[in-house]
């Protein structure tokens, strides 16, 4: 049922990972206006304008708005409208007939960044269809994170924004832009506006770094060699916590003996950061009553991110701030439905030795497939052949590194079915193409499974357009046709039922309550093996592994997040593209006059694995050695023709997976080494 006219009250999402209160004029069944909420949990009023610009996504013209299958040759952008029933009955069959070929597990089901949800339900489908591979980005986004952080404290410590602290350590985060950590910016100026110090560590000279006590421009890729200096500094100086490394950790020799091992001037000169600078932040960091630290992408997006992240919760832990207030903190959930039990894990007891990434000897905690394997299965079948993929809310070839890769994986699968909101360059190599609602359109439940400890309620406002269905009921449908019908609803809202069943209120008093919050506690309780912090992961730190520049790639190239894009989503909508029109890289001035490049040329950005071309911004805000890229731009407006030029300014046309970690199959997004030229006219 579609709102009545006036003001309701909802929470963002599908514009970055969601969570700011805003408040929704509707108007005859459309959405006419949005305003942040002076309530706000998160946002205190604030609202961005990506979120604005969320009505204009709604009505877009060339918004996907009945199910198509492709007719022409991959790739080619020849359809034909068909029924929803017939879309199905498609995926269904071949789904099926290759699972009967292949196994289940040939099939894969692919999501991007969580935006409801739709995530779990489509888990719970793979599950009980009997696949064990669920493909997502997560070898880039918060999984280093969140496993370095169960097998070293036993939880995934985030930043405590909420409540006061006196230095919050900034790593590889632009918050400003990103709202990074499902937080949202506004609680961190409050810190800062309580009198918190900052110090931020980015090779570019953020916002945040302009107004922060100490920046540290740190070589891209570098951050476990700057992570050690720290450990270095804050042990041989005696700056750590004693009490706490004494009653709650274990491993303190064996972390001293790995690090202390090496030359402080060595680890601080990888860093490209002057040591005395270092020591000052290892100090503040180390000495304030209460420190918390706020980690972004940057740490996770490269190969050693595994240890990168050890070495950080070792950090907060023998400064003593794990587990406490101010610092960071085990955000328990509140009493709803666990993870576990929602995607029916239970079925599938294989599935950790069956997934494709096992193979591989990926960490056994992470329970989706990296798109570096999952492409390996596809094209080589190694381990086993994966012949027809779901894929919902992403678009790897902008997103996956390594965007040939990509590209060749998605021509060489016998059936591929997307959905999305818009025809993507992903979307033109599908068998068939689902037309999803989209935010406001449907009742959802946000930040569920992010380790935040909160969810949120995004109740439907208005009508999606007559043929567009939300992911869960698409899945709904989907699941009943392929997998047995116990684990699926008549009314696939009964998916939110499910979620809040353990908290004993209904949908309706969650929408009124519009946020469930669990506790955030201190602990002196860590789910490890010693029931203490650990502070030395099962091996050594494998340090002075970054790349290195050399005469031929004389620069290191690395890349940061559109404020106003969501990675390579919404380049279509004009509100946001007049702000952000094109593919900009920025490049000190001194370089560029190098090279001879005036601001605004166009540039050939090279690396050993490819090139591609962006737009010169000159700024000595970054570090002259680094080059920063635009990330996920494809170019809507040059149509199917041209597959909407998705090769031209793409970032993941000069990445490479040849060489991945280990852990989580992560390839090097952020510090490779590259040169420029500028494009003649
Ligand atoms: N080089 C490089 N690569 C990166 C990163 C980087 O920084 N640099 N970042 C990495 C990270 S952190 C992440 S999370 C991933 C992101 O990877 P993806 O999530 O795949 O990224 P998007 O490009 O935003 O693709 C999301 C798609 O979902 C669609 N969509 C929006 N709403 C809905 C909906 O309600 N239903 C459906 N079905 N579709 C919807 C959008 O139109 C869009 O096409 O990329 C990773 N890749
Ligand atoms: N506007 C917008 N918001 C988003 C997203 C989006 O695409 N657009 N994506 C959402 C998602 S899925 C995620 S995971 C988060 C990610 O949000 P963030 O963690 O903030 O991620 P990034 O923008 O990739 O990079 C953060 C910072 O790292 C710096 N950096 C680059 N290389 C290095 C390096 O080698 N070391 C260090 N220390 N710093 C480096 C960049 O200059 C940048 O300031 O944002 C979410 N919010
Ligand atoms: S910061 Fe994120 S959650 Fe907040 S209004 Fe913007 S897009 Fe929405
Ligand atoms: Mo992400």
């Not at 701030?321 to 039990?341: E, F, Q, S, T």
Request: hydrophobic share 40%.
């Amino acid at each position: 049922m579609t709102a009545k006219n006036g003001w309701f009250v909802t929470h963002c999402s599908r514009m970055d990972h969601g969570g700011c209160t805003i408040k929704v004029k509707v108007q005859d069944g459309k959405i006419i206006k949005i305003t942040g909420h002076p309530n706000g949990h998160l946002n205190k009023g604030y609202v961005c304008r990506k979120a604005v610009a969320a009505i204009e996504k709604l009505y877009h013209p060339n918004r996907l708005r009945y199910p198509m299958k492709r007719v022409g040759k991959r790739g080619s952008g020849e359809w034909k409208k068909i029924s929803w029933d017939e879309a199905l009955d498609l995926i269904a069959d071949n789904f099926l007939k290759v699972k009967e070929e292949y196994g289940a597990r040939a099939v894969a089901f692919c999501q991007g960044m969580p935006k409801g949800l739709e995530h779990f339900v489509l888990i719970r489908l793979a599950n009980v269809f009997g696949s064990p591979n669920v493909v997502s980005v997560q070898d880039l986004c918060h999984a280093p994170r969140e496993v370095a952080g169960f097998h070293a404290c036993g939880f995934y410590p985030v930043a405590d924004l909420e409540h006061p602290t006196d230095l919050i350590l900034l790593w590889g985060s632009n918050p400003l832009a990103t709202n990074e950590e499902g937080q949202i910016c506004r609680l961190l100026l409050d810190r800062l506006r309580e009198g918190a110090q900052l110090v931020v560590i980015d090779p570019f000279h953020t916002e945040l770094a302009s107004r922060a006590n100490l920046h540290l421009q740190v070589k891209p890729g570098a951050d476990l060699e700057l992570a050690a200096a720290f450990i270095h500094i804050i042990i041989s100086e005696k700056l750590y916590d004693v009490a706490f490394v004494n009653n709650l950790t274990s491993g303190f020799d064996k972390l001293k003996d790995a690090i202390l091992k090496y030359d402080l001037e060595k680890l601080a000169k990888a860093t490209w950061v002057d040591p005395e600078k270092i020591r000052e932040a290892a100090y503040v960091y180390a000495k304030a009553e209460r420190a918390m630290l706020l980690w972004g992408n940057a740490i996770e997006h490269t190969p050693r991110n595994y240890e990168t992240a050890r070495a950080m919760v070792s950090l907060m832990a023998i400064t003593g701030n794990l587990g406490r207030r101010g610092g960071n903190v085990w955000a328990k959930d509140p009493a709803i439905a666990k993870l576990g039990k929602f995607v029916r894990a239970s079925v599938i007891p294989n599935k950790r030795k069956e997934m494709i990434h096992a193979h591989f000897g990926a960490v056994p905690g992470l329970m989706t497939v990296p798109p570096a394997y999952f492409r390996k299965a596809v094209l080589e079948d190694d381990p086993y052949p994966v012949r027809a993929a779901y894929m919902q809310c992403t678009n790897p070839l902008l997103a996956y590194a390594d965007s040939e890769v990509t590209r060749r994986a998605l021509e060489s699968l016998d059936f591929l079915a997307v959905a999305d909101v818009f025809l993507t360059p992903t979307a033109l190599f599908a068998d068939v193409v689902l037309p999803a609602a989209t935010h406001f359109e449907f009742n959802d439940i946000g930040h569920y499974g992010l380790g935040h400890g909160f969810i949120v309620a995004r109740p439907k406002l208005v009508d999606p357009p007559e043929d567009c269905w939300p992911d869960m009921k698409i899945l709904n449908e989907l699941g009943r046709r392929i997998s047995p019908p116990e684990f699926w609803y008549d009314d696939y809202e009964m998916f939110l039922e499910e979620v809040l069943e353990p908290s004993g209120i209904g949908y309706e008093e969650f929408v009124k309550m519009g946020i469930l919050k669990g506790p955030v506690e201190q602990t002196d309780t860590f789910r490890t093996g010693s029931g203490k912090v650990e502070l030395m992961p099962d091996r050594e730190f494998n340090l002075f592994g970054c790349s290195e520049v050399d005469a031929e790639f004389p620069l290191l190239l690395t890349c940061r997040k559109d404020p106003f894009y969501l990675h390579s989503s919404y380049r279509w909508l004009e509100d946001l593209r007049k702000r952000s029109p094109r593919p900009e890289c920025i490049i000190h001035p001194d370089v560029a006059q190098q090279y001879g490049i005036k601001s605004g040329d166009l540039v050939r950005i090279e690396t050993q694995h490819g090139s591609m071309t962006q737009y010169a911004s000159l700024s000595d805000k970054i570090h002259p050695s680094v080059v920063m890229a635009a990330y996920g731009w494809w170019f809507p407006e040059s149509g199917v023709d041209k597959q909407y030029e998705w090769r031209k300014s793409n970032y993941n046309m000069v990445t490479s997976t040849k060489d991945v970690g280990k852990d989580f199959g992560t390839p090097l997004i952020k510090g490779i080494p590259c040169r420029i030229s500028r494009v003649a006219d």
